[in-house]
């Protein structure tokens, strides 16, 4: 098991940066997300790393970084050029011991989410 706690949210203006950061207590995973969830839609994959390799959705290709250390069990999620689409509660989460699947469902341990708003 494993306890999860997002940091970093905020508000910005748009084409500004925010660094998320996810520390873990507990177990450490392999494979790390971050989602992100806005006001009446669904909670939507944003970035995952597995064995150092980061995968990224299109909608965020290029303007955000996901980062592992996993000796200090943290995932970080620095992300830049901030658009309105991007607000919302961005969530890590740790996933299965031997994939890493960009299905919110197929993750077992979730941080309580940190809130990013994107306005001017």
């Known amino acids: 098991q494993v306890k999860l706690v997002e940091s970093g949210g905020g508000s910005v203006q748009p084409g500004g940066s925010l660094t998320l950061t996810c520390t873990g207590s507990?177990?450490?995973?392999?494979?790390m997300g971050w989602f992100r969830q806005a006001p009446g839609k669904e909670r939507d994959w944003v970035a995952r790393i597995w064995g150092g390799r980061p995968y990224y959705a299109d909608s965020v290709k290029g303007r955000f970084t996901i980062s592992q250390d996993i000796a200090k069990n943290t995932v970080a999620l620095q992300m830049n050029s901030l658009k309105p689409d991007d607000a919302g509660l961005y969530y890590c989460?740790?996933?299965?011991?031997?994939?890493?699947?960009?299905?919110?469902?197929?993750?077992?341990?979730w941080g309580q989410g940190t809130q990013v708003t994107v306005s001017s």
């Open positions: 507990g177990n450490r995973y392999a494979c």
């Open positions: 989460a740790a996933g299965p011991p031997n994939a890493c699947p960009a299905a919110s469902e197929d993750y077992a341990y």
